[in-house]
């Protein structure tokens, strides 16, 4: 890996970790912040969620989390835009019933006045194995 890859991960990376801790913090403002206006998520069961309402349900805490987690990122920038993969844990309650993924995430980010914001994400499921708590849908998607 050189130095502009490096710096490339290392960006992204920290745009994972404040994006995870305004999702745990349930701070719909900044979530925000991360994402294009026209954003959404299609989840692993192929539903589509725009950005309004997955905010509305941050904002009216019906969907909270404990946990958000990425490794296994895969930076690749192409001029102002650029795609990231993860493998993304986490957890948290929906409508008061606990919930946990394992997901492999895609997200397409777009630079926009010299920052990056998020303008689509694909979820992909991983199954988590046998003994351990089972899968449940993601709440927002």
Known sequence: MN???ARNIETFLDLERAFARSIIDNDADRVADFLT???IVVGSDGRIVDRIRFLEVIRSG???HDRMESSELRVREYGDAAVVTA???T???YRGEPFETRERST???VRHAGAWRCALTQLTAIAIPAGLAPVREHPHR
């Open 87 to 89: 493998l993304t844990s």
């Open 62 to 64: 019906l969907l909270t």
């Open 37 to 39: 206006d026209d954003w």
């Open 91 to 93: 957890s948290g309650r």
């Open 107 to 109: 997200d397409v980010f």
């Open 3 to 5: 130095g502009s890859e």
